[in-house]
Every structure is written in C-alpha cells, then in structure tokens.
C-alpha cells in the first residue's frame, strides 16, 4: 500500500510509519470514528456534588457502619417538658448520627418512628438526669431521661457533635442547592453546585452540531453528542465562543450560548428555574449581547437570579486576590491587570490565539513526521497529546541542540490504542514538536503572528497601572485556563518577564494546582460570600424594566 487518501490527507509509505497498523480505511473511515472514549477521557476531570441527601434517611441501611451514639432511654410525647397524667415515659431507642436524631420503638426496629434534625437545634442538660432538644424549624420541644447524670451529660456532648455537623452540612446544602456556576469557554464549558472547595461536575466541549440541510439550530446537539459519528454525517459543527485565528474581536449568538447552558443543566440533572446562575463568560462579550442572553435566561429559562462576569475577574478570585494580572489561556490568551477588583483596560491584551494555535502548530509539526490529523475531531487527538507530552523550553536554541544531538532522549510516546483512531495509528512518537509548538507563546512568529511575546504584554500591563500599584502587580502574576498548565510556562514565564524589569523588582508567577478551573473557583469564592444575593440581578427587577433600560443594570457589574 503506497498511502492512504481521505480526510486524514496522503501518507506515503504508510507502514514505514512508527506506530501505524493496517486498516480498512473504508470500514473505519474518519467520518465513521467514533471519538467518544477520547473526548471523555480529555473532559474527564470532574467530581459529583456532594449527596446530601443521605444525611435524612431514617432507615437503617448495612452501610450505617459508623454510629456515634446509640442506646434505650426514655423520650416524652414531642412538645412536652414534664410528665402528666396523659403524657408518661416511654422509653425508646435513640441513635444520633448523620446530623440527625432518630427514635425507634426498640432496638430491633429498622424504621424511625420520628427524625429530629439537629441542625440549627438548641440542646441543653438539666440536672434530673434528663436533656431536651428544641429542633430549629418546628421550634417542637423532645425531652429525653437517662438512668445516671453522667450518662445524660455523654448523650448532650454527642448530641453537640453531631449538631455541628449538621450545621456545616446545612450551609453546604443551601448553597449547593441554590446556586448554580457555568463557566463557558470556546474550548469546554464547566459546570456545578456551590459548595466548599467546590469543583465542576460535569466538563464537556463547546460544540453544537444542526442539520446541514436545514440549518435549523433550534434542534442543535450540545457537547460530547455532537461529536458522534451518526451526528456528523448529517450536521455542521460550530464552536459558539470561538473567533476565528484572523480576527482579535468577535462576537458571540446568545441562543447558541444558552444551548450550552440548557446541556450543563441537563447533564447536572437540575432545572434552571430553581437555582441562581453565576456565569463567567470569555472577555469581550459586548453588552448588547449580555442583555439578548439575559433576556433568555429570564423570560424563557426562569432563572431566578443571574451573574455575569468576565473569567478574568474570578481567576483572581480564585487565588484570593484582588489585585493582579490574569494571564488566561485557554483557546485565547488574554492578559488583563485587575487592581482592587477593577480591570486596568490600558493595559488588558487580547488575541484570539492561544491554546488552539499551539493545537495548529503542533498539527503542522506533526504532519511533517507523518501523522496527518487535520479533521475537526482528530483535532482532539492532537490535543490530547498536546496536554501529555508538550512542554516550554527554557531557552529554544539549547533544547533544540539537545533533542538534535540525542533524540531518543527527548522523544515522547502518547498511546492512542484505546481510541481506535480510523488512520491505524496506535501510537504516537513526538520529538522537537513538543517545546518548538508552545514557543509561539514568547514569539509569536512561531503561530505565524508579527506580535510580541506574552512576556512583552504582561510588562505591558504593569506599566499601564499607577506607580503606586506596579510592584505589588509585580509580585501577583496569576495563571489561569487548561493551556496554563503545560509544563515550564509558570518557570520560563517568570524568566522572561523578570529580564524586563529593574534589578530590585520582585517578580512571582502563581500558578495553583487548580489553574485550569481557576475561573470555576473563582465564581464559587464569590457566590459563597454573604453579599452576593445583593449582586445578582434577579427576576423581577429586570423584568420590570422596559427592554431599553435594562442596560443600566449592567452597571452594577
């Protein structure tokens, strides 16, 4: 076989290839592959939200191993405080754990006869050998007797406990329950409940698919669906947050947005309708474009509350400053400095490449080792390998005499078995691509752009700020986005940016484990704060405003 012709493009001397296997192109074309082990393996990085809801059951279950206190003691009637004639001791097996109080008839009975939630419940001893517990929001009074003062005294220190418990579950609860974050970006839209250390539950691509015929997006298919083979036979795939390499500004349609939105929900198993939505969008969303999606979010998905916000602003948040330069890279690379919770627009830099130009050169590279991945979804494949064996040099010249004098050193073998890809790769062998493609971000010449390094724009960004602000943007140098996460930016970054500046400037790139939901984290910082009710628009207030004002409520963002 001299070489294989499809959308893979021509491959001479396919079995001279490294890492290929013969294939039936017809049988396994790239139209019939199927990327979805792939993609989930690339938008894995996700964990469930809590399960609260185990906490209120009070049926006892095998895996109820650990149990804090448990016993037969005496209860009186609920909402009585002393014994009469009517209302007599009775005693009843007690056992104190998941937050809750339960009461059987006996030991031996494995329903409840009543649950008291001890969150929010006031718990005090008395002297007679008894204890009483008034439940928060019933105000309903239990009276408990125990056979010795010691013994009482154990079961209020337990009861205690296991308030306290409770009490930290009911807050993550309520806010886990109550606010919903979306991060949208032009890669992969994030999702998930507020709760402490909060963390996305769902991660899925960008990408809608609609009927090439009809070109009808009312019907679009969201995310991994997109992507499968039976779908893209007959569709075209869009990217709703992406621009186009040529082009620094772009625009985005609020219904294909919201089409993302409406999947994260479906996926998280929730509706819109019960939950505020805190949403972080890319940088340059136009206003006008703000208020076409909040009209959606309001009128169509009855949203009781929304906030927006550019995912700069809450990457700072998540590093738990308010002063900084964001330098966010995922598909984009934007570099915006923030001081006191105000973007410097001076000094914010914006470029549509990124992350997806680093993709592009790397595919280019590639293609000249005879990997040939052009297609919308082999554009997965390099990506994934991009994320497994790219790096930055620290000097490019040094590391391409190094990998030249001794390449087995300096190559990197990515497995793609698992993924059956349609050209009979199995696996992937990359050498000098691995540092030459990220290069692009210090000379951009590399991506095929005359501009001036990232380094260059960070400086940028800190001489755009006051005197008085310039060493402390200095020192919180923050990285945010999945591209962030190649291995030797942070280092070389820090290099580079440290070569501009005077001797005595203390200059330090962060760069948390976390980076790439920076964003995320950032958004569940602030919805966890006390005043945020007061930031979000809600509801009612934007409806009852005539479409031409509600612009003025921007304001408040």
């Keep these: 076989m001299a070489g294989i012709q499809g959308n893979l493009g021509l491959v001479q001397d396919v079995h001279l290839i490294e890492g290929y296997i013969p294939v039936d192109i017809e049988e396994r074309s790239d139209a019939t592959w199927d990327p979805t082990m792939l993609v989930n393996e690339i938008f894995s990085d996700v964990r469930p939200c809590p399960d609260y809801a185990k906490r209120s059951l009070g049926e006892v279950t095998s895996s109820e191993e650990a149990i804090p206190m448990s016993g037969l003691i005496e209860k009186l009637p609920s909402g009585t405080e002393k014994p009469s004639l009517l209302k007599q001791w009775k005693k009843r097996f007690v056992r104190c754990q998941n937050c809750n109080l339960f009461y059987y008839e006996d030991n031996k009975a494995t329903r409840a006869l009543g649950i008291i939630k001890l969150a929010g419940a006031k718990v005090t001893l008395a002297a007679d050998h008894t204890f009483r517990v008034v439940e928060k929001e019933t105000s309903t009074l239990y009276t408990f007797r125990c056979t010795t003062q010691a013994f009482a005294e154990d079961w209020v220190q337990a009861i205690k406990n296991e308030k306290e418990r409770a009490d930290v579950a009911k807050q993550e609860e309520e806010a886990s329950r109550s606010t919903v974050i979306v991060d949208i970006g032009s890669s992969s839209c994030r999702a998930g409940f507020v709760y402490d250390n909060a963390y996305p539950s769902v991660c899925f691509p960008s990408v809608m698919a609609y009927n090439r015929e009809t070109k009808n997006k009312d019907d679009a298919i969201y995310g991994k669906g997109a992507l499968l083979p039976s779908v893209r036979e007959k569709s075209i795939l869009r990217y709703p947050l992406r621009s186009a390499l040529t082009i620094q500004k772009f625009s985005v349609e609020a219904k294909e947005v919201v089409g993302l939105i409406r999947h994260a929900f479906s996926l998280l198993g929730v509706k819109p309708d019960g939950y505020k939505v805190i949403m972080t969008l890319p940088q340059c969303v136009k206003d006008s474009e703000k208020i076409e999606l909040l009209n959606i979010m309001f009128e169509d998905l009855h949203c009781p509350a929304v906030y927006l916000s550019e995912q700069a602003i809450m990457a700072l948040y998540s590093y738990h400053m308010t002063t900084g330069i964001v330098v966010d890279i995922g598909d984009r690379m934007d570099i915006v400095p923030i001081v006191d919770g105000v973007i410097v627009e001076n000094g914010v830099s914006r470029y549509p490449y990124g992350g997806r130009a680093v993709n592009e050169a790397m595919t280019r590279l590639l293609a000249e080792e005879g990997y040939r991945m052009f297609s ?182």
């Design 376 to 557: 919308d979804v082999q554009q997965y494949v390099v990506k994934y390998i991009k994320e497994r064996a790219s790096y930055v040099a620290d000097s490019l010249e040094e590391q391409d005499e190094k990998c030249q004098s001794d390449p087995a050193e300096w190559t990197e073998t990515v497995d793609c078995r698992r993924f059956r890809m349609p050209s009979g790769i199995l696996s992937v062998k990359v050498r000098d691509s691995r540092f030459k493609a990220t290069e692009g971000y210090f000379d951009p010449n590399v991506f095929g752009y005359d501009n001036v390094g990232i380094h260059h724009l960070v400086d940028k960004a800190i001489k755009a700020a006051g005197m008085d602000n310039r060493r402390e943007l200095c020192r919180n140098i923050l990285l945010s986005g999945g591209s962030t996460k190649t291995r030797g930016l942070p280092k070389r970054l820090q290099s580079e940016i440290s070569s501009l500046m005077p001797a005595n400037a203390q200059v330090q790139v962060h760069a948390h484990d976390e980076r790439h939901y920076a964003a995320y984290k950032g958004a569940a910082v602030l919805a966890s704060l006390e005043m945020f009710d007061s930031i979000c628009l809600w509801s009612a207030d934007w409806l009852d405003r005539e479409p031409d004002d509600r612009i003025k409520l921007l304001s408040r963002w």
